[in-house]
Every structure is written in C-alpha cells, then in structure tokens.
C-alpha cells in the first residue's frame, strides 16, 4: 500500500511538471512571436503599414500623387490617395484622371468637370500622352483664363507625377484636336512638362 | 537811390515770379498723365486705334450670375462705355470687335483688329471661377509658356516640328501662312507687358480693389494679334457680391475709366 501510493505520488508530481512545461512553451513561442512581430526581423520588410496591410490580405494599392486647385484659386494643393494597383502606365493615366474627376476629398477645388469621361489614352514613344476628353470637360468648366490655366496645370501636373514616361500631354475632345479648353487656352499643341504659372 | 535799388528787387522778383510758374507747369504736368482729358493731337500726328474686344456674344453666353447677369452683356456694355471715354478724352479713334448680341469667333476679332491696323487691342471678360467666389480682376498678356521659349518668342510651330521630324527652323522648308499667323504677338511681348501692368494700376485705383496681378498665358486670341494686346478679366459673375457690383452703374464706369486711363498712360510712355 505505501508503495503504491509512492508511485501515485510520483506520478502525480510527473504530470504537473509536464504541464508546466508545455504552459511555458506556449508562452515562450507567444513571447518570440510578438517580438517577432514588434521588432520586424531582418529580411522579413516588415517596416511598413503598407506591408502589414498586405499581410493582412488587404489589396496594397498605390499611392498617386493628385493636384488640385487651393480654395483660394491661387495655387494647386497636392492630395495623395491610394487606388488598387495599375498594370501599364495607361492604366496610371486613367486612374489618376480619374480620381481628378472624383475631386479633392480635402480642402480643395476640383479642377476637372465631374461629368467628364475620360474616352480614350494613348502614349507615344515620343513620351507624349493623347488624352481624350468627352466634351463636358469644355462644356461644363466655368470659363475665364485663370480656371482654365488651373485644370491644364492640374492635369499635366498630376500625370508627370504619376507616370514618369509621359513628357508631354495634348488633350483631345471627342477625339479631335481643339483651339481651346473653355475659349481662352491655346491647347491645339502639347503642353510640355515645364508647363506652369508664370507670375511676374 | 531808390530808383536804383529798385531795378535789382523788381528783376528779382521777376525771376522768382518766372521760376514758380515753371514750377507749377512741371507739377502739373504728371496730372494730365493720371487721367486728365490730353490735349487733341497735332494735326501731323497719326490718330491712335484702339480696338476693344467685349468678349463672348450670341450663343456663347459665358459665365452668369445667380440673378441672371450675363457675361456677354457686361462685357459689351464695359467696353462700349470705355470706347467713348476713350474716344472723348484722348481723341483717339475705337474700334469694338462686336457692337451687338453676335457670336464673333476668335480669328474674326484678332482679323478686324490687324485688318484695321490697331495701335492697341484689349479684349474684356467676366470670367469664372473654380470656386464661384473669385472676384478680383486680371489682366494677361500673351506668353507661350512652353520649353525653351519662357517669353513665348521662339516660334512655336517650328519648334514642335522640328521635335517630330518637320521642317527644322533654319531648314529649307519654308513657313506656312499658318505659322506667321500664330507669331503675330510675338513682337509684342514687351509693349503687351507694359499695357498689361499700366491697366492693372489703373484699375486698382478706380475701382479701389487689389487686383489678382499681371499674368502671362498662352490665351489663343492674344497669340494671333499683331499689335499690344491684352486681355482683361473684370472678375467672376458667379460671385453673387461681384454680380450685385457689375449691377451698378456707377462702378461700370470707373472700370471705364479705368481702361481709358490705361490707355493715355500708355500713349504718353510711347511718345
């Protein structure tokens, strides 16, 4: 009898000690897991909240850089803004007119009609981008010089930002080359990159 | 004796006499440049043409206000005032691009301007606003703001030709008529500048407002003027404040003035 409760006694003792380990185990893997996770291990890129983005099987986008007008009309405002990734630069060129038709989601003027269509893209090797409007881009903008001096500047700004092939834009409506964007703007050329206010 | 000391003091007080009326002459003078009626030209002196371009017209109604003010109908009525301020006080002859409620494409004004050999060509807007609250007047003058011609001088046609294998600009190729046309402003950088600036400070002090500044742009009728030429934008319509302003007729006029003034100032730096 005394024997067999030894052994019972032992065996007791055995088994909580098995347990004790395991706990710690587990607590152990937890520990170097959120270290892991805390610290960012070399190589593993984890130094960004894009990348955690990822690994949290969230689409990772891209970020583009969209130009509007300041709400006092005299200069335009930067606001970034991510979109589901582009597969080409046309792809970059449409998303980024695009999201200048949504308009500002700060403190800013839109530049560009929000019953515009964009209808076609095209680049050339030359690195001129051939952007082809619906006729409510014209139709719809409010007139004078200066607003329209504003939407051309936008526009370029925001698509040499954006896709680094483009050098130059000429704008089309409804597929054909026009004198002007809303009475005033000589668009009959492309505009090239240095395009911008000339304030004297 | 005293006849004798008299002769110095009467010869002296002739001098000082003589000196404050040249004095006055020469302080009033800068008076008949800020805005005084000048005085009518020789005979020998070529009669100046100043053509007015009221913007807009017909179906091309531009901008509107919120109690249905009409771009078109202000500008027509700001330089038909300005004309005959023009035509009053500096005896200078006005021509106007329309007279009337018709749509007079770009090419026909800058035409009827170079066709009627103008001295000076200003066109006149109410234009909008990306905001609807602008309402500060501009004034621009023509500059192609393109690569390697800051000043707008080089022309352009040749240039982007000559970037996509056309005709290179000391090539054999000879210009096309198209191409003159479009270089017409380009010997007027300078003088189209001058106007410009002379209008903007006139306008700020008749009508007792900051205007927005001095631009250069590549405005399409600009481009084909062959003479000075600049356009002025009076503010935006969609501004209801600006719109109860352009109702009036007293500001109108000061506006009117304003121009007129512009123009003497820069007939008297010309001559």
Request: proline residues 6%.
């Amino acid at each position: 009898m005394r024997g067999r409760r030894r052994i019972k006694q032992v065996g007791a003792k055995s088994e909580a000690g098995a347990w004790g380990w395991i706990v710690s185990g587990i607590l152990l893997v937890l520990i170097a897991g959120a270290l892991w996770w805390l610290l960012g291990l070399p190589g593993t890129g984890r130094t960004s909240v894009d990348t955690n983005e990822r690994g949290g099987n969230i689409p990772p986008g891209e970020e583009l850089s969209l130009w509007f007008a300041s709400r006092q009309e005299d200069a335009l405002v930067l606001e970034r803004r991510r979109v589901a990734p582009s597969q080409t630069p046309f792809d970059r060129v449409r998303a980024s007119l695009q999201e200048l038709i949504v308009g500002p989601k700060g403190d800013a003027l839109r530049t560009v009609s929000a019953e515009a269509k964009i209808r076609e893209v095209f680049i050339d090797d030359q690195g001129t981008a051939y952007i082809d409007f619906s006729e409510a881009l014209s139709r719809t903008h409010p007139g004078g010089p200066w607003a329209e001096m504003l939407t051309l500047r936008s526009i370029m700004q925001t698509l040499v930002a954006n896709v680094p092939e483009i050098k130059r834009v000429q704008l089309l409506i409804e597929g054909r080359e026009v004198e002007t964007l809303a009475g005033h703007m000589d668009i009959r050329r492309p505009l090239d990159a240095t395009w911008s206010i000339n304030q004297r | 004796m005293t006849a004798g000391t008299s002769g110095p003091f009467q010869a002296r007080w002739g001098w000082l006499i003589a000196v404050m009326v040249v004095s006055l002459t020469l302080l009033a003078a800068p008076l008949t440049l800020m805005g005084q009626p000048l005085p009518a030209p020789r005979p020998d002196e070529k009669m100046p043409v100043v053509v007015l371009d009221p913007g807009r017209g017909g179906s091309n109604v531009g901008g509107s206000g919120a109690t249905g003010l009409l771009e078109k109908d202000i500008t027509l009525q700001l330089a038909t005032e300005a004309g005959h301020l023009i035509e009053e006080l500096l005896g200078a002859r006005v021509i106007l691009t329309r007279t009337d409620d018709s749509d007079v494409p770009l090419e026909a004004r800058a035409a009827l301007a170079n066709q009627a050999g103008g001295d000076l060509f200003i066109s006149i807007y109410a234009g909008g606003s990306l905001g609807g609250t602008r309402r500060e007047f501009q004034t621009f003058y023509f500059d192609d703001l393109q690569e390697r011609s800051a000043a707008g001088r080089e022309p352009a046609n040749e240039r982007d030709f000559a970037g996509e294998g056309g005709p290179r600009r000391h090539g054999t190729v000879a210009p096309s008529p198209a191409i003159l046309w479009d270089q017409a402003q380009l010997d007027f950088f300078n003088t189209s500048q001058m106007l410009a600036r002379l209008l903007d400070k006139n306008l700020r002090a008749q009508v007792a407002e900051e205007g927005r500044g001095v631009f250069g742009l590549p405005i399409l009728l600009l481009r084909w003027v062959r003479m000075p030429a600049v356009l002025l934008d009076i503010g935006a319509l969609s501004d209801p404040g600006f719109e109860a302003k352009l109702r009036d007729d007293a500001y109108l006029q000061r506006a009117a003035l304003g121009i007129a003034q512009a123009v003497n100032d820069y007939q008297a730096l010309q001559r």
